[in-house]
């Protein structure tokens, strides 16, 4: 018997956070309450980003984490990553299973 297809994408995604994340992190509400703790997170710098208001390409910083495991999900919170809190400033990508944040510090 095999198992199910979602069962399948979310160990692939576990595998693939194992893999390349920078650490474990705490996601926070706005009114930084732990939501949840021990997240893989995968932190990238120097991310271009449009600004569509001014069509200027900024540097950004991201952080993408396993959506299943922002419950509930918090747009305005933040993460907490060695040491640091990075505050959510928008979504660059959502596919159902990853979400990556914009976040500043």
Known sequence: MTAPFGSLTAALDAAVMGSLSDGQGDYLSASGVVLASGLELILD???ERLDLASGALDRS???TV???LLQPLDRQGAFRLDGKTWHIDGIASDDGH????YVVP
Do not use: M, P, S
């Not at 990853?98 to 944040?101: A, D, G, P, S």
């Open 45 to 47: 710098r120097d991310v």
């Open 61 to 63: 910083v991201t952080l």
């Open 66 to 68: 396993r959506k299943a």
């Open 98 to 101: 990853l979400i990556t944040f």
